[in-house]
């Protein structure tokens, strides 16, 4: 289903901004002239993303440092700091709580003039 979530000028470029819609907490980033839908739930232990810091296409979970693609929802590195401050690896697999690197879920978004729809 195709819902309208914000208006363009509503995003800056980089930064999250926090929606929801239907029961779905999301966060959506413009990069450039796209803009992604991201659910706003890390998939560590399940904390929100939409402070996360955003580079190079992925957004960086604020709490443990994972990291996800911002199209695909890959992750790309796993539960690699604290507030922001990197750990070592033998941390990193006691703060996994045995979890193993898991994706979050991406949805499709399409910028109708200034509006912004997403298909959850
Ligand atoms: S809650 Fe995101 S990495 Fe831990």
């Given at each position: 289903?195709?819902?309208?979530?914000?208006?363009?000028?509503?995003?800056?470029?980089?930064?999250?901004?926090c929606?929801?819609?239907?029961?779905?907490?999301?966060?959506?980033?413009?990069?450039?002239?796209?803009?992604?839908?991201?659910?706003?739930?890390?998939?560590?232990?399940?904390?929100?993303?939409?402070?996360?810091?955003?580079?190079?296409?992925?957004?960086?979970?604020?709490?443990?440092?994972?990291?996800?693609?911002?199209?695909?929802?890959?992750?790309?590195?796993?539960?690699?700091?604290?507030?922001?401050?990197?750990?070592?690896?033998?941390?990193?697999?006691?703060?996994?709580?045995?979890?193993?690197?898991?994706?979050?879920?991406?949805?499709?978004v399409?910028?109708?003039?200034?509006?912004?729809?997403?298909?959850?």
């Open positions: 289903m195709k819902t309208k979530i914000a208006d363009l000028g509503s995003l800056e470029e980089g930064k999250g901004l929606v929801k819609t239907d029961g779905v907490s999301l966060v959506l980033v413009k990069t450039g002239a796209a803009v992604h839908a991201l659910e706003n739930k890390c998939s560590h232990i399940g904390l929100p993303l939409g402070r996360g810091k955003i580079e190079n296409g992925e957004i960086i979970c604020p709490f443990h440092g994972s990291r996800f693609n911002l199209v695909t929802g890959e992750n790309t590195d796993w539960v690699s700091a604290v507030a922001g401050v990197k750990i070592p690896a033998w941390s990193s697999a006691l703060l996994s709580f045995g979890k193993k690197p898991q994706p979050i879920r991406t949805f499709p399409s910028v109708e003039g200034e509006d912004i729809y997403v298909e959850l």
